[in-house]
Nanobody, 122 residues
Framework: QVQLVESGGGLVQTGDSLGLSCALSGRTFSDFAMAWFRQVPGKAREFVAYITWSGSSTEYSDSVKGRFTVSRDNAKNTAYLQMKSLKPEDTAVYYC???????????????WGQGTQVTVAS
């Protein structure tokens, strides 16, 4: 069974950097494209970043482009989201998700982590 576990969330101040990790177990990691989403209570889930199975291509939402970097280490079965120049509006629960290789960033993601809270104080 596929399991995704996020880690690295916490409380930071405006302008700080923070790195999130997402570990996958239960299946071959390279079978999956990976993505990050975020959600604020009462609002719709928002796409953040995406990376193909090999790391050859990435996609970002306009709101994080230039500030966030998604990467992966297939040998460690882990995807990452490095966030810099954080703003209060980045405050959300961040989720990692996995989709079968070949799924585009706007496609169906089959597996989801439990989320990790990122709070950016002003």
């Amino acid at each position: 069974q596929v399991q995704l576990v996020e880690s690295g969330g916490g409380l930071v101040q405006t302008g700080d950097s923070l790195g999130l990790s997402c570990a996958l177990s239960g299946r071959t990691f390279s079978d999956f494209a990976m993505a990050w989403f975020r959600q604020v209570p009462g609002k719709a889930r928002e796409f953040v970043a995406y990376i193909t199975w090999s790391g050859s291509s990435t996609e970002y939402s306009d709101s994080v482009k230039g500030r966030f970097t998604v990467s992966r280490d297939n040998a460690k079965n882990t995807a990452y989201l490095q966030m810099k120049s954080l703003k209060p509006e980045d405050t959300a629960v961040y989720y990692c998700a996995a989709a079968w290789s070949g799924t585009p960033w706007y496609g169906e993601f089959n597996f989801w982590g439990q989320g990790t809270q990122v709070t950016v104080a002003s």
